[in-house]
């Protein structure tokens, strides 16, 4: 129990960083300083009107300063922050393997975050992760599933697992980049931006080649079926319309994170 109220409090602390970064990165803002302020009235916030979901329920979802409404975002990042952690620590306990998926998971959904408001995916938190994922590989050791045939099979397991990051960076954003290129040649305009090529290196750098290509199918077609109706149900323009790739692709990361983890995914049978 102590284990999963560390989790819990730590997940909330998280979150509440989480939503500093969201906030920030994607408007070119530093995420140490100022300290925290309103977003209506640039008022700084008081440590008693920061304190992750509490201070949302206390001030009833409004600013203290000038009763500008608080976005229902800031809570639910931190809950489901929170919610992210508990679940690790109970399937994995309290270890680096839970540190790297707790990493990977929070700075995920920053970037989904960050897709489906701003339609931005910040260097910071892709490029970041990117680093992160290739460092992690060397003291957290993934399968090296391909890294295996194609690297000396005498070399230390942390260096095969390294092998193993980088060819899942590469290969999934280069395949995303091949596919981007195709289309702008065929359609003579932009679909997909380098935001999605360097969100899927970073996941590539923490799933290997196999969880970044399940990855790339779950994502494109969650986006495609899901954005479909969505335009068409909003009456959004087709040829305009800017569907938040990046965001489907997170949360394809995510669950199939969750599921390489152990989680049971009854749901995902063809993916196991």
């Given amino acids: 129990m102590l284990e999963i109220a560390i989790a819990l409090a730590t997940g909330l602390l998280v979150g509440s960083f989480l939503n500093v970064c969201i906030y920030r990165l994607p408007r070119d803002l530093s995420v140490v300083r100022p300290r925290s302020y309103c977003p209506a009235c640039n008022a700084p916030l008081a440590w008693y009107d920061n304190v992750p979901v509490l201070s949302y329920i206390l001030l009833r979802g409004r600013c203290r300063n000038c009763g500008a409404r608080i976005s229902l975002r800031y809570p639910a990042v931190e809950v489901v922050t929170a919610l992210l ?42 490029l970041g992760g990117l680093l992160a994922g290739l460092l992690s590989a060397i003291f957290v050791p993934m399968d090296p599933e391909y890294a295996h045939s194609l690297l000396p099979a005498d070399w230390d397991i942390s260096w095969l697992s390294l092998g193993e990051s980088v060819l899942g960076a590469a290969f999934a954003s280069g395949i995303l980049w091949g596919v981007g290129s195709l289309y702008q040649k065929v359609r003579h305009k932009e679909g997909l931006g380098l935001g999605d090529v360097k969100m899927m ?67 995902l049978p063809l993916l196991r």
Wanted: aromatic share 12%; charged share 10%; hydrophobic share 55%.
């Fill in 85 to 126: 952690f508990v679940l690790i620590v109970v399937v994995l306990g309290v270890n680096l393997r839970a540190a790297r998926l707790c990493l990977f998971s929070s700075m995920v959904l920053s970037l989904v975050v960050c897709d489906i408001e701003q339609r931005i995916l910040p260097d910071e938190l892709t």
């Fill in 201 to 267: 290196a970073m996941v590539g750098s923490f799933l290997g080649i196999s969880g970044a290509f399940q990855t790339l199918i779950l994502g494109s077609l969650a986006g495609t079926v899901i954005g479909t109706l969505y335009i068409f149900l909003r009456k959004k323009d087709w040829a305009t319309y800017e569907l938040p790739f990046g965001a489907f692709l997170g949360v394809a990361a995510v669950l199939l994170a969750f599921q390489r983890a152990g989680v049971s995914s009854s749901w």
